[in-house]
């Protein structure tokens, strides 16, 4: 047996089966998580080196809550926790036009999936949710407030819970929030507390290792992708990535790294 062989061995083998067929029920629930965003996710969901819970923190109609539990229940890798008070209220979120809540969306579509019975919807603020939360997590998904102040306020009230070896993900680092970027910049990427660490999509994810010593490589690695979010981070200051800023925009983002997450090399690296 190869080391490419030992490492797989440690992912389901019907794993890719199941993402392809879940990517179809995620596609068919509106919102912005790309097809490789979703299967990063699932990949976490399935295969996180920890015990724990999924907590989602910004659900909109359900799009990403969806490809989380369709996972989960296939597993047994329950329960996905679904918070937000489902009315769009930060200047970052989604417009819901003339609609007061996005919740019965949110419902249709995670009944229709399937999925009810192992998402637990809290309909609330991530900070009302944090004081009464003890739970550790396994997986964190934060994709609420995309401001400076919001992404932040997240990271710090949930950060504690994360288990040894668990995954936090936060969307929208690679876009147009200059917010969550600086966030994550500040608080994952420079912290020593999180391991590996990379992006997918717009996606910026670590694993939570907080007494492990990195290795010099990724240190380098963590120092790399730090310094390419200082120069987007620089663009989007600015101003709106329109025009030559949006130029320079893609310039960085083409220098970090985030295409497709293949599955074997991930799971290798999270087991190291
Ligand atoms: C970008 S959408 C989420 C998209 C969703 N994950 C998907 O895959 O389609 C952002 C959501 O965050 C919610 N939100 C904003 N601030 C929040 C907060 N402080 N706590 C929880 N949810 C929040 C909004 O109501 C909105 O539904």
Same mark, same amino acid.
């Given at each position: ?10 992912? &389901?083998?019907?794993?890719? %089966? ?11 629930? !509106? ?8 299967? +990063? ?5 399935? %295969?996180?080196?920890? *015990? ?10 359900? #799009?990403?809550?969806? $490809? ?10 329950? &329960? /996905? ?8 209220? @930060?200047?970052?979120? &989604? ?16 009944? #229709?999936?399937? /999925? ?17 939360? @003890?739970? &550790? ?12 102040? $919001? ?6 009230? +949930? ?31 420079? *912290? ?5 660490? $990379? +992006?997918? $999509? ?8 907080? #007494?492990? #010593? ?20 620089? /663009?989007?200051?600015?101003?709106? !990535? ?8 893609? +310039? ?11 599955? @074997? ?8």
């Amino acid at each position: 047996m190869t080391e490419h062989d030992t490492v797989t061995a440690l992912l &389901p083998p019907d794993l890719d %089966a199941q993402r392809a067929a879940a990517w179809e029920a995620v596609r068919a629930s !509106p919102g912005y998580l790309t097809e490789r965003e979703a299967k +990063f996710l699932m990949l976490a969901a399935a %295969a996180a080196p920890a *015990s724990g819970a999924i907590l989602e923190i910004g659900s909109f109609k359900g #799009r990403s809550t969806v $490809g989380l539990g369709l996972i989960a229940k296939h597993y047994g890798r329950g &329960p /996905v926790v679904a918070v937000d008070p489902f009315t769009s209220p @930060s200047s970052t979120d &989604p417009a819901i036009g003339a609609q007061r809540s996005t919740f019965d969306d949110f419902q249709a579509n995670v009944h #229709r999936a399937g /999925v009810a019975d192992v998402v637990e919807p809290h309909r609330m603020f991530s900070r009302e949710l944090a004081p009464t939360w @003890s739970r &550790p997590l396994r997986l964190l998904w934060i994709d609420g407030d995309h401001t400076y102040e $919001g992404a932040t306020e997240d990271i710090r009230l +949930f950060r504690p819970h994360l288990a040894e070896g668990g995954i936090l993900a936060m969307h929208d680092v690679l876009s147009r929030f200059p917010g969550a970027t600086r966030a994550f910049l500040e608080l994952v990427l420079r *912290s020593d507390d999180f391991g590996p660490t $990379g +992006f997918c $999509g717009s996606t910026g994810w670590a694993q939570y290792r907080p #007494r492990a #010593r990195a290795h010099p490589s990724l240190v380098r690695r963590k120092a790399r992708l730090a310094r390419t979010l200082e120069g987007l981070l620089r /663009v989007l200051q600015r101003g709106e !990535p329109t025009g030559w800023r949006g130029l320079q925009h893609s +310039f960085w983002r083409s220098l970090t790294p985030h295409g497709a997450v293949n599955a @074997s090399e991930w799971i290798a690296e999270v087991r190291g």
